[in-house]
């Protein structure tokens, strides 16, 4: 939970209003605030242990970021992700991995499948122990992975911000979507080690066209709480 944090900020190497936006966009991202819940200053400075200021600072760069949502006279609250953000996410997303999946499968080398699988592994434990926030971890590493692998600094490069709003995403819907998303990273990565680039294109494409309908069903019912 956010509350987890507390006492920790200041101690670390960064400006406070930069600890306690990661810390607050990591509470987004992990569910420990949700879609449409509001963020008082006092709420967020009592769970973070800090003053007003730095959470105040904080609120207005998460809402840039398009975490948050300012309204007039009622202040910040978490926002949720129009069908229309996660359609411009996704088609970023199947311009990136797919070519990151053909170039994976022409570069990766026993190493890197090998750590792959290990990420496959650790994915099914945690969605069988339904561990959802370990589960969207999860599923950001082994996209960034094939992303590294790729061997294309590019597109790892510019796949960095959009995983944050990725992993929240997907970490809105993971109670349904995680064991078919598994199940579909399992094909990926076969495709992958296969060394076969067109195989392993078509495998991400498979993957995200079903990852975007769960998303953007999702988006559509409102993130019921």
């Not at 082994?142 to 992993?167: E, M, T």
């Amino acid at each position: 939970m956010a509350g987890d944090l507390r006492g920790k900020l200041g101690a670390q190497h960064l400006p406070l209003r930069d600890q306690v936006l990661v810390a607050l966009r990591t509470a987004i991202i992990n569910g420990d605030y949700l879609p449409g819940e509001r963020l008082t200053e006092d709420r967020l400075a009592e769970d973070f242990g800090v003053s007003r200021n730095p959470v105040r600072e904080a609120l207005r760069v998460a809402e840039a970021e398009g975490f948050v949502v300012i309204l007039p006279r009622r202040g910040a609250v978490v926002a949720s992700p129009s069908s229309g953000t996660v359609a411009d996410m996704f088609a970023v997303r199947e311009r990136l991995e797919a070519l990151a999946a053909r170039l994976a499968a022409e570069r990766a080398t026993p190493a890197d499948v090998a750590a792959l699988r290990e990420l496959l592994n650790e994915g099914r434990e945690a969605t069988q122990r339904q561990d959802l926030r370990r589960v969207a971890e999860l599923n950001s590493a082994l996209h960034l992975r094939i992303l590294q692998i790729s061997g294309n600094p590019w597109l790892s490069s510019i796949a960095k911000a959009l995983y944050l709003h990725v992993q929240w995403v997907f970490r809105l819907g993971a109670a349904q979507r995680a064991p078919h998303s598994w199940a579909e990273h399992i094909q990926l990565v076969d495709a992958i080690e296969s060394g076969d680039g067109e195989r392993a294109e078509l495998a991400a494409l498979a993957h995200l066209g079903a990852a975007y309908a769960a998303a953007h069903e999702n988006a559509e019912g409102g993130y019921q709480r």
